[in-house]
Antibody, heavy 119, light 107 residues
Framework: EVQLLESGGDFVQPGGSLRLSCAAS????????MYWVRQAPGKGLKWVSS????????YYTDSVKGRFTISRDNSKNTFYLQMHSLRAEDTAVYYC????????????WGQGTLVTVSS | EIVLTQSPATLSLSPGESATLSCRAS??????LAWYQQKPGQAPRLLIYDASNRATGIPARFSGSGSGTDFTLTISSLEPEDFAIYYCQQRVYWPLTFGGGTKVEIK
């Protein structure tokens, strides 16, 4: 059974940092790209970042470029989102996701972890 | 950036009725469009990928059609569990983008 389990969400002040983790199981993690998608309270879905299977290619939405870094450890079946210079507008539930069936269409999602940025 | 515009914003229907949801792309995304369902407090669930392919375990009452810039998600006969928010998403261009969602509510 495919499982994705996020952790690391927390309450943080503006300008602060946080690292999210997503532990994967039930599939060959090192063969697949991984993704972060977020959802601000009461709002729609927004793709945040992606990382290729080997970790050599990373992609970001414009609003997080230079502040967020996605990475992965294929030996631990885990990938990460390091977030710096957090802003109030980064407040959201962050989901990790993968696309086992069709590239970049997300067929498996974690349960989400809440990041709240507020003073 | 590809903008996906979903309409209507809200659809008020009764169980057993058919639902037709629209997603229009600001430029062609070929057939690389997906549909998701999201219920309150839950992660999204993939329904349709590549415009017309049902994801694993998705009931046959869900169908997708379209290509280029105009896409449709049809729910042939609404079940009580189908009342939710539906999003479309394209995978052709970076950044990956989602539509703003259509809420299907009980009339």
């Amino acid at each position: 059974e495919v499982q994705l389990l996020e952790s690391g969400g927390d309450f943080v002040q503006p300008g602060g940092s946080l690292r999210l983790s997503c532990a994967a199981s039930g599939f060959t993690f090192s063969n697949y790209a991984m993704y972060w998608v977020r959802q601000a309270p009461g709002k729609g879905l927004k793709w945040v970042s992606s990382i290729s299977a080997g970790g050599g290619n990373t992609y970001y939405t414009d609003s997080v470029k230079g502040r967020f870094t996605i990475s992965r450890d294929n030996s631990k079946n885990t990938f990460y989102l390091q977030m710096h210079s957090l802003r109030a507008e980064d407040t959201a539930v962050y989901y990790c996701a993968t696309a086992l069936g069709s590239y970049s269409h997300f067929d498996y999602w974690g349960q989400g972890t809440l990041v709240t940025v507020s003073s | 950036e590809i903008v996906l515009t979903q309409s209507p914003a809200t659809l008020s229907l009764s169980p057993g009725e058919s639902a037709t949801l629209s997603c229009r792309a600001s430029q062609s995304v070929s057939s690389y469009l997906a549909w998701y369902q999201q219920k309150p407090g839950q992660a999204p669930r993939l329904l349709i990928y590549d415009a017309s392919n049902r994801a694993t375990g998705i009931p046959a009452r869900f169908s997708g059609s379209g290509s280029g810039t105009d896409f449709t998600l049809t729910i042939s006969s609404l079940e009580p569990e189908d009342f939710a928010i539906y999003y479309c998403q394209q995978r052709v261009y970076w950044p990956l983008t989602f539509g703003g969602g259509t809420k299907v509510e009980i009339k």
